[in-house]
């Protein structure tokens, strides 16, 4: 089966700037899930969905981070205005069977983020 | 507020030996815990995942949960260069639905 798909790889940007990343999940999973790593952390969750709808986004910043997953599949998440401390690698990834509590997580291969 | 709590590390093990990893978590209500190893530059990746108290063996990997003592460990036998990376310890928390917390990770070297 095809992996979790993540774009960009790399992105550059300065402070203040916004910016925008883009992840499909495996097919047919219906839970995803953006984190934040920051160098050296462990993953930190942002937003969890299940379908469409949002099922924790008690650590999303929402003064400056929105998220959406249109029609229960692809999903973006955004970042505006940028600041310093968003240099993270951000992670998407998926899981299937509803969020069972048995359901392994998979990885995309992330966004590199640099705010400068 | 839902914490994973593991040691950074670095834990240095010789080519062989046993490395022992552990994980403790403070919310009582986390039904299952996931390992995953994250190699440098990467994304993590599934090891293994255990639910019921005791051990779970998969070839080479062991995990262990002690419920009542709120932690879970990974045993790595026969420990190979290969298996240096980082090791996360994930805990899926019900509310409705399951929320996975991570720990920082250890981070562990195995030396030839």
């Known amino acids: 089966e095809a992996g979790v798909a993540q774009s960009p790889r790399y992105k550059i940007i300065e402070k203040r700037q916004s910016v925008a990343f883009w992840c499909n999940p495996i097919?047919?999973?219906?839970?995803l899930y953006w984190y934040q790593q920051i160098l050296g952390q462990g993953p930190k969750l942002l937003i969890q969905f299940q379908n469409n709808g949002v099922v924790d986004d008690s650590q999303l910043p929402k003064d400056r981070f929105s998220a959406e997953r249109l029609k229960g599949v692809d999903s973006t998440l955004k970042i505006q205005p940028a600041k310093l401390e968003d240099s993270a690698v951000y992670l998407c990834?998926?899981?299937?069977?509803?969020?069972?509590?048995?359901?392994?997580?998979?990885f995309g291969n992330g966004t590199r983020l640099t705010v400068t | 507020q839902k914490e994973v709590e593991q040691n950074s590390g670095p834990l240095s093990v010789p080519e062989g030996a046993i490395a022992s990893l552990n994980c403790t978590y403070s919310?009582?209500?986390?039904?299952?815990f996931f390992w995953y190893r994250q190699y440098s530059g990467k994304s993590p990746e599934l090891i293994m995942f255990i639910y019921s108290n005791g051990d779970k063996e998969d070839g080479r990997f062991t995990a262990q949960l002690n419920k009542a003592s709120q932690y879970v460990s990974l045993l790595i036998r026969d420990s190979q260069p290969s298996d240096s990376a980082t090791y996360l310890c994930?805990?899926?928390?019900?509310?409705?639905?399951?929320?996975?917390?991570f720990g920082r990770g250890t981070s562990l070297i195995v030396h030839p």
């Open positions: 990834a998926s899981s299937s069977l509803d969020s069972s509590y048995n359901s392994p997580l998979h």
């Open positions: 097919s047919g999973h219906a839970t």
């Open positions: 919310d009582r209500g986390s039904q299952s």
């Open positions: 994930a805990a899926h928390t019900s509310g409705g639905s399951y929320i996975p917390t």
